[in-house]
Structures are given as C-alpha cells and as structure tokens.
C-alpha cells in the first residue's frame, strides 16, 4: 500500500513537473517575442533620436548665421571647423597614394 502511495505522488509530482515545463516554455517564447519587438522599437527611437539630434543642429547653425541668436559664435566656430575638414580632403585628394604602384619612366 505505501509503495502505491509513493508511486501516485511521483505521478502527481512528474504531471505537475510536466506543466510547469509547458507552461514556462509558452511563456518564455512569449517573453523573447516581446524582446524583440522592444528591441526593434529601441533601434527606430534611437535613429530618430539622431534624426532629431541632426535637425536640431542644423536649425542651430542656421539661427546662429541669420544673426538671430546668441549662438552666432559657435555657429561660426562650426562652420570654420567644417571648411578646415573639407580644407584637409582636397589637400589629401592632391597627394600621390603611397601603395599605388609607381609608373615612372
């Protein structure tokens, strides 16, 4: 009679073991979906995030060269920097490439 005993509460236990598995597997393939789609949602905030960040600067350089803003300084501090940027692309675009293969005479 115990062994009959022991035998229906391993069942018991192995059922309810059996459940728990199905049910933490449905819900842990729910809570990966749910992830995902914060992720992807987290990948689109933070682009437009930079989106903003860009426009943001450009109506900042644009008010500070109108002559509007207090800002006038460093919009002309930006632009500055940006013309000695484009200054060292050409100078760079002039220089012969050092590993192009030299076709002298």
């Not at 035998?7 to 049910?23: F, S, T, W, Y």
């Not at 930079?50 to 300084?73: F, I, K, N, P, Y």
């Amino acid at each position: 009679m115990a062994e009959k005993n022991v035998i229906v509460n391993l069942e018991a236990r192995m059922r309810a073991l059996i459940d728990d598995h199905r049910r933490l597997t449905g819900l842990c393939g729910e809570l990966t979906a749910q992830r995902d789609e914060l992720r992807a949602e987290n990948r689109a905030l933070q682009e437009r995030i930079r989106e903003l960040d860009a426009e943001l600067q450009r109506m900042q350089l644009t008010e500070g060269l109108a002559g509007t803003s207090r800002d006038r300084e460093k919009a002309r501090a930006r632009v500055n920097r940006l013309m000695r940027e484009v200054d060292k692309c050409i100078a760079l675009l002039g220089r012969p490439d050092p590993a192009a293969p030299e076709t002298g005479a």
